[in-house]
């Protein structure tokens, strides 16, 4: 199967990730363009979507999953950025290596276990290595076990698990991926990648 993926800029991919994630029933809450646009202004980040067609019209397509990655630094303003780093000191080294966060994503109900979403994270993982990042680094609740699974599929390992004392399903986990050089061989998604106007 070959997926298709489109890359967005800055402004269109966030209206598109708003609209997107009200086919999303189980985020408590969604993410606006405006909060996408202020976390991502001055930092390098990647946009993408993938779309599929639709079961009973073949000759149309919809976006079926996103994801979204950005830098993040040893020094952050944003306080939500700045609490991840103080987490990872010591799991993670930030002084003086470009690590990439995956800040959000996900798959529609209907399409996923179809590979969407890990055509999505190897694009995304292509592009981090061609722009000179080290390591990957996501943050997911114990609860997400189809998030978990995909993720030790790509070979993301656990650095951090932050234990919920009243409810073990809400506790935290931090994992990383290192980038070396020939991580695209081992890439297993049939990719074709579009800009969107």
Do not use: C
């Amino acid at each position: 199967m070959e997926y298709l993926i489109k890359q967005y800029s800055l402004e269109s991919g966030a209206l598109e990730i708003q609209y997107i994630e009200e086919y999303f029933g189980e985020f408590p809450r969604r993410k606006t363009a405006a909060e996408i646009l202020a976390r991502l202004s001055d930092r390098e980040s990647l946009i993408l979507m993938a779309e599929a067609p639709l079961p009973d019209d073949p000759g149309s397509l919809v976006p079926v999953s996103y994801k979204v990655v950005h830098e993040i630094r040893a020094e952050e303003s944003i306080p939500k950025l700045r609490d991840l780093v103080e987490r990872l000191r010591g799991h993670v080294e930030f002084d003086g290596r470009r690590v990439l966060y995956s800040w959000i994503g996900a798959t529609r109900r209907d399409w996923r276990g179809q590979g969407h979403f890990r055509a999505l994270s190897e694009e995304s993982e292509a592009w981090a290595l061609a722009s000179g990042f080290e390591e990957i680094v996501v943050k997911t609740k114990n609860r997400y076990h189809d998030m978990r699974a995909v993720l030790a599929q790509l070979q993301f390992n656990v650095v951090k698990f932050e234990r919920n004392a009243d409810d073990n399903s809400e506790s935290k986990v931090y994992l990383a991926k290192h980038l070396p050089a020939e991580i695209v061989r081992d890439h297993r998604s049939v990719r074709t990648v579009v800009h969107a106007a």
